[in-house]
């Protein structure tokens, strides 16, 4: 099933500027080294949703919007290049992350960990990781540059803590929803209030922003989490039960812990533990579905997608405020 | 053999602030994350030489005592945070090394990478970096956070062409002194120019540290490659022969292809091409004595560090000039 909203027409309000971000990041990503720029381009040759970009471009477009005709917009090549800079910094952690996960697919292609091998992966995601960090300081807003500072030693630590938890059996609701904040939520979060604050709004609306960021991160990556078992793969783009087989524990698995009774517990629990094998992975998610927990799941996207929608009220009726406000609807109906 | 000039006293002039450079950068690091706590304790257990911070210590202090009785000193907490973040930084790249060389000893300890993981050595390596960043914005100099991220960018390309060139028998002196001048030669002239930028050097004394620091990089790499030869292992502190197993061609081994006779030269090819075998090393290691390439690469790491000395005559005579000028002969006589 394809979702009924398209990302395309969410985006119409920053058309031109997000269709202008995959050269702008290959601009900053330039260099002379052959193999650098090789990896480069074939990351980079299939485009992801580029959310993170346009939260950016839609954070300084609604506050924009928001001051009423004869509002001064930021510099538009600042802009971009704030908008790039957190595209390469997410595809510097989706990079390294590949090798942490042992991925096989990203993007529908094989990641840059398989394809070239870990050393590679290490080196070119330190490389994004770098220039992205560049970008950021040429926004000359050290406002911007402390956040992201701040936002990436998030990502780290929940990354790191996520890696801590696997095959932790007995992880809670509560530790699930401290890890994603950090590792996914707090990006998204930093991106729109970034965007925000180029366009200089005022610390309410920077801050409603920053909050939707985040309740936006936690409805995403908890519908992300539930993808990984109900998903397509070839729609998804990434290879299913990948959270499963390197056990990671999410919402879905961690409510059936939870609910299951003792001997489906048990069941869970030894295959859990011997999960490299495809045959345990049906059973569990067997189990998934007579639990119904992907709809309990997905309620929990639902409350926090409902909680990002509330702190859009601040600002009035713009083209921009009907993008983000879409854009939580498609979170929730998306597929890949 | 030890050396017959001990660090401790060249340090002398630094000595109080080099000292306490562990603490504060144990201080950065400070997270409440405790696997991350772990990992980063067990690493900076042992220290090393700390070259880094003491080049940025040496380079704002030999500025000072240039200016003559009366000169402010650069805010302390500022050097001395400056200095830790180039540590840190080279913290990163060594945790990341490890992996991509596959290292099993690092300062006499096991690396990250054996001890935990790739995984976490990936992840860790990555936080020490934010940290590290974090860091050099804090000292709210532009220059500085400007240099250093060029820094970072030239040592992401090294070490990424260091590993495009692996295997590459045909590997020129051009190419090798290249990869040197950017892997490591660039950071350690970024350290001792940062020091002068910040205690705020003129143009032309930050500019002349800036090359001490390049050619000082330059013989220093050059030993190291030697050492991977020639080393005791328990004095290395590294694993011996790690760059001749990874595929990395260095100097002496570079000298070697150059001037062997066919038949050595063919030995030296078969050896390489199958080098997991230690017999093989202790061939390669006979050639390499008879054809005498590690009192050639020696010598080219004292040209080096000739040129580093003639750029300290801009300075007057001061306790930091005469530290920085035995550092040069620590470097040719070091054996760690």
Chains 1, 2 share one sequence.
Not at 259 to 281: C, M, Q, W, Y
Request: charged share 25%; hydrophobic share 45%.
């Amino acid at each position: 099933m394809n979702p009924t909203i398209a990302l395309e027409e969410i985006y119409a309000p920053i058309e031109s500027a997000i269709q202008a971000i995959p050269d702008v990041t290959l601009g900053i990503l330039a260099t002379p080294n052959p193999l650098a720029q090789e990896v480069i381009q074939y990351f980079f040759s299939e485009q992801g949703k580029l959310l993170r970009p346009a939260l950016t471009l839609f954070g300084a477009e609604i506050v924009r919007q928001n001051k009423g005709p004869g509002a001064v917009s930021p510099d538009k090549s600042n802009l971009m290049r704030l908008a790039a800079a957190f595209e390469i910094f997410h595809a510097a952690t989706l990079v390294h992350d590949d090798i942490v996960d042992s991925a096989y697919l990203r993007r529908n292609l094989p990641t840059v960990n398989v394809r070239w091998g870990p050393q590679i992966a290490v080196l070119v995601g330190d490389y994004l990781h770098v220039r992205a960090v560049e970008a950021f300081f040429e926004t000359k807003s050290e406002k911007i540059a402390a956040r992201f500072m701040e936002t990436a030693g998030a990502v780290c630590d929940g990354e790191i803590r996520e890696l801590r938890e696997k095959y932790n059996l007995n992880l809670t609701q509560a530790d699930y929803f401290d890890i994603l904040g950090k590792k996914t939520a707090s990006l998204l979060s930093c991106c729109i209030e970034a965007g925000a604050i180029l366009a200089e709004g005022s610390p309410e609306e920077a801050g409603a922003l920053g909050r939707y960021g985040r309740y936006f991160g936690l409805a995403f990556q908890i519908v992300d989490d539930c993808l990984d078992f109900t998903g397509e793969e070839h729609e998804f783009g990434k290879t299913l039960g990948a959270d499963y087989t390197a056990g990671v524990l999410t919402l879905p698995l961690i409510r059936l812990l939870e609910i299951a009774r003792p001997r489906d517990r048990e069941t869970v629990i030894a295959a859990f533990k011997s999960n490299k094998e495809l045959s345990k992975f049906q059973m569990i998610l067997e189990l998934i579905r007579e639990y119904q927990t992907v709809p309990y799941a997905l309620a929990q996207a639902r409350a926090f997608s409902a909680k990002a929608r509330a702190e859009l009220s601040l600002f009035s009726d713009s083209p921009a405020k009907r993008s983000l406000d879409r854009l939580l609807d498609y979170v929730l109906e998306r597929n890949r």
